[in-house]
């Protein structure tokens, strides 16, 4: 049975800085690229970053390229996502997902979703 368990969230300035963290159980870590996405209030759930098995592809979202990194640790079976220089617009629960299968860019690609985590950020 696939876990996954966010972590991290919480309300800061803008211009601030969060990591995230996603931690999977279940099956080899290892195995499987993962991925972010975020739900704003109000909106529909969005692609933020995805990363390969071994760590060394990552891919990125217009919208946080160059203020967003997505790394992961195979030994620790954990993702991360580093948030840099955050704006309010960034404001949404954030989820993590595993194992795509199709365009990573679309939430139907993944089949396994965390509960999420709520990102505030404050003007």
């Known amino acids: 049975q696939v876990q996954l368990a966010e972590s991290g969230g919480g309300l800061v300035q803008a211009g601030g800085s969060l990591r995230l963290s996603c931690a999977a159980s279940?099956?080899?870590?290892?195995?499987?690229?993962m991925g972010w996405f975020r739900q704003p209030p109000g909106k529909e759930r969005e692609f933020v970053a995805a990363?390969?098995?071994?760590?060394?592809?990552?891919y990125y979202a217009d919208s946080v390229q160059g203020r967003f990194t997505i790394s992961r640790d195979n030994a620790k079976s954990t993702l991360y996502l580093q948030m840099n220089s955050l704006i309010p617009e960034d404001t949404a629960v954030y989820y993590c997902?595993?194992?795509?299968?199709?365009?990573?860019?679309?939430?139907?690609?993944?089949?396994?979703w965390g509960q999420g985590t709520q990102v505030t950020v404050s003007s």
């Open positions: 997902a595993q194992d795509p299968d199709g365009n990573y860019r679309d939430t139907v690609a993944w089949p396994y």
């Open positions: 990363i390969s098995v071994s760590g060394r592809d990552a």
């Open positions: 279940g099956r080899t870590f290892s195995n499987y690229a």
